[in-house]
């Protein structure tokens, strides 16, 4: 019975041991994937969030071979000059003369308005006065036919004021047809000076858009590879500054923003291209020269 008892058991153990070993194997299976998972999120962590390093001379560059570009894209600004302004102001001039020439318009249909109804008022007070007249004629008394006499008066007096108001409404109404005859050809003149400029503006813009799509597609990329900090200063320096230059090459022992004399050991660091200067009198950000012809600017 012992022996038996033995032989029983002996299996048992063999089948819970290579559970074990499998448990165990697949255990390390599931690390191993884990790890594997784990670098491979590491690593891309890494490089979405370490962007690519660039030098003070690589920072320098991009950002004056920025500024070169926005200059171009200024000039083209300066072609187009005060035609887009010309084009709003004369449309808005139009819309201006237009409103008045409504006014006109309406005083003109009032004025008639008033002459129709004075008229209707005078073929009125002309009937009144032809019935007092009648009735004069069957008065009993003295102070009955001063009372009609009296009526009549007014009703006359009522005639010359409606007439008056006629020949008042006339008047103005030939006042604003040559205020109106005027103010169309005045707005014909504005319209055809509208059409002028606006196809010259067209044309320009035409000439120019492709060339400035293209520039502010090479700004774009520009723009991708410079620190944010960076590319903020150097839109705030040339949003203050009067000609829009915000990096600006060494002349003359000066600064070519401004003309402010740069002391020889500061011309050297900025020649050294090793820290980002900028000018201690205008606050633009300072290059030397010769990176002009380096980049072919």
Avoid: H, W
């Amino acid at each position: 019975m012992a022996t038996k008892k033995k032989t029983e058991t002996a299996p048992k153990k063999d089948k819970e041991v290579k559970a074990e070993k499998i448990t165990t194997t697949t255990e390390k299976k599931t690390q191993k994937a884990a790890k594997s998972v784990a670098t491979t999120e590491k690593a891309e962590t890494v490089a979405v969030q370490e962007p690519q390093e660039f030098s003070i001379e690589e920072r320098l560059k991009s950002l004056y071979r920025l500024q070169k570009i926005m200059t171009k894209i200024d000039n083209i600004k300066i072609l187009r000059g005060d035609l887009p302004l010309e084009v709003q102001d004369l449309k808005d001039e139009i819309v201006g003369l237009q409103t008045r020439l409504e006014r006109y318009s309406e005083s003109i249909k009032d004025c008639e308005k008033k002459i129709a109804n004075n008229k209707n008022s005078i073929e009125e007070s002309k009937i009144k006065i032809g019935k007092k007249k009648a009735q004069q004629k069957d008065v009993v008394n003295n102070r009955e036919y001063e009372i009609l006499s009296k009526e009549i008066e007014n009703l006359e007096l009522d005639v010359q004021i409606f007439d008056k108001g006629i020949n008042e409404a006339n008047a103005e109404i030939e006042t604003r047809k040559v205020e109106y005859d005027e103010l169309i050809n005045i707005i014909k003149e504005k319209k055809d000076d509208l059409q002028i400029k606006e196809a010259e503006l067209e044309q320009i813009i035409v000439e120019t858009k492709k060339e400035e799509e293209e520039l502010r597609m090479e700004v774009k990329e520009l723009e991708e590879n410079i620190d944010v900090r960076l590319l903020s200063a150097f839109k705030r320096i040339r949003k203050n500054a009067r000609n829009g230059l915000a990096v600006v090459p060494i002349e003359r022992n000066s600064c070519s923003g401004c003309f402010s004399q740069i002391p020889p050991q500061r011309q050297l660091d900025i020649r050294q291209r090793r820290k980002i200067i900028v000018c201690e009198n205008c606050g633009r950000i300072i290059v030397d020269y010769e990176m002009g012809s380096e980049l072919n600017l």
